[in-house]
């Protein structure tokens, strides 16, 4: 799953949303802690097929605070810049396991049985949840789907 961490710059909408290419976690970090750009979240949300609610659940932010920041073109704030990381780390990870960037989505959108019937786009809003997902996508790239 290695090869699927360069993709998450991908998912964000690459160098020209993000300014640059994160090389390594330390790039990563001082990039969320400053704040992802919110066109980011607008590349994230193209990339998954969501509409705003739904994106703005997924980040645990209201709506309205997700429309002034893409007024402003502004950032988000670090914990919703996280937020976002992970779930972006998420589809990309989808994406290199399921090798189809159609299923990854639809796979990340309808409820999974290996989740107790939930979606999985739905348990990437924790940590813990996001370390589940993750875990059943290894699962299946190796052959073990429960």
């Known amino acids: 799953m290695t090869e ?8 964000l909408g690459g160098v020209s949303v993000l300014g ?18 919110a066109a980011a979240a607008e590349a994230l949300k193209e990339v998954v097929g969501l509409d705003d609610p739904s994106l703005a659940v997924a980040l645990g932010v209201s709506i309205r605070t997700l429309a002034r920041t893409r007024a402003v073109r502004g950032r988000l ?3 919703v810049s996280d937020r976002l990381y992970r779930l ?18 639809y796979w990340l959108t309808h409820p999974q049985p290996g989740l107790g ?5 739905d348990f ?6 996001a370390r589940e997902v993750e875990n059943l ?6 052959g073990v789907y429960s």
């Open 88 to 105: 972006a780390r998420l589809v990309a990870i989808a994406r290199v396991v399921l090798e189809h960037d159609d299923q990854a989505v």
């Open 4 to 11: 699927s961490v360069p993709r998450v710059a991908e998912v």
């Open 77 to 79: 704030d670090s914990v």
């Open 20 to 37: 640059e290419q994160p090389k390594n976690t330390d790039a990563w970090m001082t990039m969320i802690e400053t704040g992802l750009p």
């Open 137 to 142: 996508l290894l699962r299946i790239e190796h």
């Open 117 to 121: 019937d939930r979606r999985p786009i």
């Open 124 to 129: 990437a809003r924790s940590e813990p949840g």
